[in-house]
T-cell receptor, first 114, second 115 residues
């Protein structure tokens, strides 16, 4: 089974721009979660999508948004980029049904905002 | 709101020795799951071990075991016979069983294994 894939792997943007990141979950998985990872803050939960609906949301400003398509692929969009948005963005997939199930993480997209 | 705290930003262990990584959490819930995830350098995060809060028995996976103290809200990870491949960031995570199953992660502990 192919793992979770994320594209692109690296991005450099400037302040004020917007960016879209993509995540393809493991085949059959209906849940995709997004996290922001920074050295000081660890992993912070952004949001989770399950069957095309946002099921969970973290404490991030409205500049961070996402969506999920019918094939479970998910995109995350950040508008009006700020220097503080520089981070590794991870997505994780699971079936989304059992709370004890494993999340499978992608390799991440490293975003640098200049 | 739930919180997860990993108070050790970095730890070192000699190869073949044992090391314990600490994690404490705060919650008012009685039922939940706890996880340890490992993130090797430049590699993907993987699950190491999980613990159901309603189970008193500590989870074990080969050289990895936990010390789960529910009353103290403590969930430490013990790595026995440490190997060079254990070098990684380790994240403790809490998952609520009420509402929408949100995950909360700690800030991580970087483990160095010395040859």
């Amino acid at each position: 089974k192919a793992g979770v894939t994320q594209t692109p792997r690296y991005l450099i943007k400037t302040r004020g721009q917007q960016v879209t990141l993509s995540c393809s979950p493991i085949s059959g998985h209906r849940s995709v979660s997004w996290y922001q990872q920074t050295p000081g803050q660890g992993l912070q939960f952004l949001f989770e999508y399950f069957s095309e609906t946002q099921r969970n949301k973290g404490n991030f400003p409205g500049r961070f948004s996402g969506r999920q398509f019918s094939n479970s692929r998910s995109e995350m969009n950040v508008s009006t980029l700020e220097l503080g948005d520089s981070a590794l963005y991870l997505c994780a997939s699971s079936s989304g049904i059992l709370p004890q199930e494993t999340q499978y993480f992608g390799p991440g997209t490293r975003l640098l905002v200049l | 709101a739930q919180t997860v705290t990993q108070s050790q930003p970095e730890m070192s262990v000699q190869e073949a020795e044992t090391v314990t990584l600490s994690c404490t959490y705060d919650t008012s819930e009685s039922d939940y799951y706890l996880f340890w995830y490992k993130q090797p350098p430049s590699r993907q995060m993987i699950l190491v071990i999980r613990q159901e809060a309603y189970k008193q028995q500590n989870a074990t996976e080969n050289r990895f075991s936990v010390n789960f103290q529910k009353a103290a809200k403590s969930f430490s990870l013990k790595i026995s016979d440490s190997q060079l491949g254990d070098a990684a960031m380790y994240f403790c995570a809490y998952r609520s069983l009420t509402g929408t199953y949100k995950y909360i992660f700690g800030t991580g502990t970087r483990l160095k294994v010395l040859a």
